[in-house]
């Protein structure tokens, strides 16, 4: 089965897989993979940017989403007369002819994949680039793939992809995506330390997080900074020690990255 592989590691944001799949689709027609895509309005690849923390400590993730290409996909379950269906690739293709007017489509979506064509009153989505695959193109891999100039898409056999330590989008729909991430942004707790009494920022010390979630360590750089990376969602006890003196917080990650700011130590 077909699969992809996105490296959010490598991800600069340059958005040229979203151009290739806009350059390949608008204008288009590729039935009976597809219509034309819309010029606006529609992206069935995107880069969605996140940015995480409290300045200055501050993270910013790129992230490549399109149709996940689900074992278990809703929109399938969703359509009539099958006009959703699977490839013996793994595929999910929507039949623009048999969807026409099935708007039940979109809605079925948890990922918020498909979209509505109003003028030609059918729903739309990626379609990992078929037409390509199947022969008679220069290109013989989805445009996003072979747009990307730093290699943080990869496209293939499910089995000959590196899967060691990827994740899927929400595994807990149980929709069994066909797309993997590997670097999904983790939460983290940032800060710079100071002394208030010589106003002076504290180079190397500890600080310490505890919680359900673990334990996580961290010392203060030559700024004074420390970040505690790849923490899960959770309550925590912040504690903070250099010479003699110690500063405790209780802090959480429940919802948001932490960028503490500035954080005297007395």
Same mark, same amino acid.
Not at 64 to 73: L, Q, R, S, Y
């Given at each position: 089965m077909k699969a992809f592989l996105i490296d959010l590691d490598k991800c600069v944001g340059c958005h040229d897989c979203q151009i290739g799949c806009k350059d390949e689709h608008v204008g288009n027609? !590729? $039935? @009976?993979?597809a219509k034309p895509q819309p010029e606006v309005g529609q992206f069935w690849l995107k880069v969605n940017q996140y940015e995480r923390g409290a300045r200055p400590?501050?993270?910013v993730t790129y992230m490549?989403?399109?149709?996940?290409?689900?074992?278990?996909?809703?929109?399938? +379950?969703?359509?009539?007369? %099958?006009?959703?269906? #699977?490839r013996e690739d793994g595929l999910v293709?929507? +039949? @623009? *002819?048999? *969807?026409? %007017?099935?708007?039940?489509?979109?809605?079925?979506? &948890?990922y918020h994949a498909v979209y509505w064509n109003e003028e030609l009153q059918i729903p739309?989505?990626? /379609? %990992?680039? *078929?037409?390509?695959?199947?022969g008679g193109h220069p290109i013989s891999v989805p445009r996003c793939v072979d747009n990307c100039h730093v290699d943080v898409i990869t496209f293939g056999e499910e089995a000959d992809l590196d899967l060691e330590g990827t994740e899927v989008?929400? &595994?807990?729909? %149980? /929709?069994? &995506? #066909?797309?993997?991430? #590997?670097g999904l942004p983790k939460k983290f707790i940032a800060g710079t330390v100071y002394d208030p009494e010589t106003k002076e920022v504290v180079i190397g010390a500890t600080v310490t997080a505890t919680g359900e979630g673990g334990t996580f360590t961290a010392e203060t750089d030559d700024w004074g900074d420390f970040w505690l990376r790849g923490l899960p969602n959770a309550? !925590?006890?912040? /504690?903070?020690?250099?010479?003699?003196?110690?500063?405790?917080?209780?802090? $959480?990650? /429940?919802?948001? +990255? =932490?960028?503490?700011? +500035?954080?005297? =130590?007395?």
């Open positions: 027609d !590729w $039935s @009976p993979y400590h501050v993270k490549p989403v399109m149709c996940n290409h689900c074992e278990n996909a809703p929109c399938m +379950d969703a359509a009539k007369d %099958g006009a959703v269906y #699977r293709l929507i +039949d @623009p *002819a048999k *969807a026409k %007017g099935q708007k039940a489509i979109v809605d079925a979506c &948890p739309q989505k990626c /379609t %990992g680039c *078929a037409h390509l695959l199947d989008l929400h &595994p807990e729909w %149980g /929709t069994k &995506p #066909r797309v993997f991430y #590997r309550d !925590w006890t912040l /504690t903070i020690e250099a010479g003699g003196k110690k500063k405790v917080l209780e802090v $959480s990650t /429940t919802e948001k +990255d =932490l960028g503490l700011g +500035d954080v005297a =130590l007395a």
